[in-house]
Nanobody, 125 residues
């Protein structure tokens, strides 16, 4: 049974920073790409960032490039999302995701096998 447990969300002001964490269990963490998606009220879930199994390749949505940093610690079975210079439009529920296929990439929802429960990030002015 795979479990992805996010933490670190909260209410911040525009320009502030937050770090999200996602602790994984149940599969060989180091064999799967990990990613973050988000869903704002009234909008579809969208890709934010992903890192391949080894950390060798990293992908970002254009809207977060230069502000967000994804990283992983395979020894701790944890993936992180450092979010800097937060904007109002970053307000959303953020979901951790694990890829469906071993040693694959993860940039679309169709590639996701498991989702976390989500953590709310609210950016105020």
């Amino acid at each position: 049974q795979v479990q992805l447990v996010e933490s670190g969300g909260g209410l911040v002001q525009a320009g502030d920073s937050l770090r999200l964490s996602c602790a994984a269990s149940g599969r060989s963490f180091s064999s799967y790409a990990m990613g973050w998606f988000r869903q704002a009220p009234g909008k579809e879930r969208e890709f934010v960032a992903a890192v391949t199994w080894s950390g060798g390749r990293i992908y970002y949505a254009d809207s977060v490039k230069g502000r967000f940093t994804i990283s992983r610690d395979n020894a701790k079975n944890t993936v992180y999302l450092q979010m800097n210079s937060l904007k109002l439009e970053d307000t959303a529920v953020y979901y951790c995701a694990q890829a469906r296929l071993i040693y694959s990439t993860l940039t679309h929802g169709e590639q996701v096998a498991y989702w976390g429960q989500g953590t709310q990030v609210t950016v105020s002015s």
